[in-house]
């Protein structure tokens, strides 16, 4: 049961995965907080948080490290910026001059702020120093919100085979080498490959290249080993996945590759929170429902219809959560209008209905 895994002194590390609008952010801050209510000195790393659940957690732009949630001993709150967090790794891990060709060159820019799944790669860096810290008693982990679930367990391999790819190798060859053979690259007819490169760069870095591109080298190698150091962090005793879905055909199809991913990976997977399920309705069938709508007045008539389209769709839904395949399921009900304060995360029920 969720209640007893965010309990339990040996969990540490709670992730919370899923497709996009599901509600990771919103069951993050709940498991969070419930678990700071424990006594257990807890931070919650959120991505995105909706403007009033940011403000219920006294998020704001400059919430890049935890800090106190004001109503709630023992929480704290932190979001994720990646171009900073970017620049905070480039900053402690080159010197001075180094650190500040790379943050103002146009290439690293983009990379930081645009490159597909940057964002799943830095909240994997920030987990890793908040768990290096080791100031925490639970971190709750919110995932960005990816095309894909998946995106988040693909991203240090992909930010690794991109630094391993053909630009990076073109680009580090030279400067191994001790110098930039741009003027060989050109006479041998790369034309296009090199006009692309200073596009990529800007005409002046050209200049600086075998600086950068060495200190991005130096950098860029450092994040890789503790994107993979962070990644098997994640495998060991002590974190738990929780894949949160919708009871909806598409989001249910994700959680089901992400469940067989974690199980595949070898990532401990706790459960599957289903969120949103509708609300529990009256204990009356469908056949009843037509039988009464025999002799009722045309009100009670239309809220019978309304009723047993209520019963198809829960009938629907209940199908759609037993085809997951998962060790625990706990159920949030849909809740009337946003969560988005305090007292609308406790009253989730982490202890309510499995299955
Ligand atoms: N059980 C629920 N009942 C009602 N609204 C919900 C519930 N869970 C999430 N929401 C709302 O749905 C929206 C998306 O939730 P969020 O947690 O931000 O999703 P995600 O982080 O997966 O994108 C938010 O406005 C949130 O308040
Ligand atoms: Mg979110």
Redo the contacts with the bound molecule.
Sequence with gaps: MIKDLLSDPTTRVIL?C????????????AIALQAADQGRKTVVLT????R??AQALGLNELSFEPHAVKAVPNLYAMQLDMKRTFDEIVLAHADADRARTILENPFYISLSSSFAGTQEYMAMEKLGQLLASQEWDLIVV?TP?SRSALDFLDAPARLGSFLDGRLIKFLTTPAKAGGWAITRILNTGIQLFASTISKILGGQILTDISAFVSALDSVFGGFRKRADETYQLLKAPGSAFIV?AVPERDPIREAEFFIDRLNSEGMPLAGVIV??VSPSLAPITISESKELQKSASPELNSALDLHIENVRAKTNEERLIKTIKAPALLR?????????DIA?LRS?DLAGKSL
């Design positions: 919370c899923g497709a996009g609008g599901v509600g990771k952010t919103t069951t993050a801050a991505i995105d948080p909706a009033r659940l919110d919100p949160v969120n949103r949030i009900e849909d809740a009337d209008g946003e969560i988005s609308g989730i």
